[in-house]
């Protein structure tokens, strides 16, 4: 079959770009790429149709397996809905309903839209469930940082605790009979980058459902947050995703199989400066102002791709035994957590893996293992078989990783 072409929203050229556009039809066999996560489709002759367009400072796509009717229009839809949340959400846009929510909730209640106030209702939600390891209202803390301008620097101790003052969900107040958000106190900044992506896909698979019911889908966002709905054909278990290796880009160790459920991975390994010969990470812990740094990279199964957005990133500030205590009362929670190697960072050897809760993972003979909570396991980073699981930490947003 002759693929048709695939054109990016951002380099449409002087052409009017129509939606059609912006999708592709491939056969189901993948090209080995530079990837984090990946999707290993069947190997059958069946086609695929993927409709592919950037928002969030990286490429959503969305793949359907085989002549799935009404595929190209749902597709469409589902990106159409994706950039419209964007233009909501984010904080890079002026005129966006939470840049206005910054500017103003401090001096008065802000009336949102019933979006909008979902957004931030998980958003408290998921705030409250982790004691504060996620917080979205930390974006005062970051900007301190660098991160948010681009220009990543040590701040002083004075500016860390001035910064971690002014941030917290805890001075954030949602007044649902009035639908509106207000600031307890100046200075505050909600930025959605740690949820503002799965929320997204979350949304972008609804809309796929109003209009072509319950077709197996997969859909991605920067190549760190994936979000699945049934299996797709010749595939009953799940859709497989390649886990890439944090330490060397483009090699697999692991593969999960994916099915009616999230993947997230948070990590610091790409964004990051190095200051006096000290490492510090893209993340920061919003109950101390520093960045975390226990752990390579925190993957996150759950049950949508917010949940798996927002827990990724508590994971990785909370390590080992705060994702272990999380996921005992969540059993809907599973996480794969990577630390530092023993001794040097740079050094990738002695790595330890830790699997939490439940995740099926796909053995070297097609078979699934399913892993149970406190399995830990200690890899050399050279394996390929498939019986260690690790994940590899967002990119750039200027690169694959999207909002952050």
Known sequence: MQASRSVDADSAGAHAATRRDFFSFRRTRRPALPFRHRALHPAT?????????????????????????????????????????????????????????????????????????????????????TAGAFDPAAGTLVRAWGFTQGRPRLPEPEEIAAALEASGMRHVALDPSAR??????????????????????????????????????????????????????????????????????????????????ALATSGAVHQFFEHQGRRFGHIIDPRTGWPPEHLVSATVLAPSAAEADALSTAFFVLGIEGARAHCREHPEIGAILVTHPAGRRNVPIDARVVVIGNAALEEPDGGAEQVREGTERRCPLRCASGRCAQSPSRGRADETGGWQ
């Open 45 to 129: 002759r069946m086609a695929e149709v993927t409709i592919a367009r950037r928002a969030m400072a990286c490429e959503f796509s969305i793949t359907f397996p085989g002549r799935v009717r009404r595929a190209v229009d749902a597709g469409c839809a589902a990106l159409d809905e994706i950039g419209r949340l964007e233009r909501k959400l984010s904080i890079f846009l002026d005129d966006s309903d939470l840049a206005e929510v910054n500017r103003r909730a401090a001096a008065a209640p802000v009336e949102v839209d019933a979006e909008v106030f979902e957004f931030l209702n998980v958003a408290q939600r998921l705030w409250r469930g």
């Open 180 to 261: 509106s958000v207000s600031f307890l106190r100046d200075g505050l900044e909600i930025n959605p980058g740690s949820l503002g992506k799965g929320f997204a896909l979350d949304r972008a698979l609804a809309a796929i459902r109003r209009l072509a019911g319950d077709i197996p889908v997969l859909l991605e966002g920067g190549q760190s947050s994936i979000l699945a709905f049934g299996p797709p054909p010749g595939e009953s278990r799940g859709w497989k995703i390649a886990i890439g290796d944090p330490h060397r880009p483009g090699q697999t160790l692991a593969t999960l199989l994916l099915r009616h459920r």
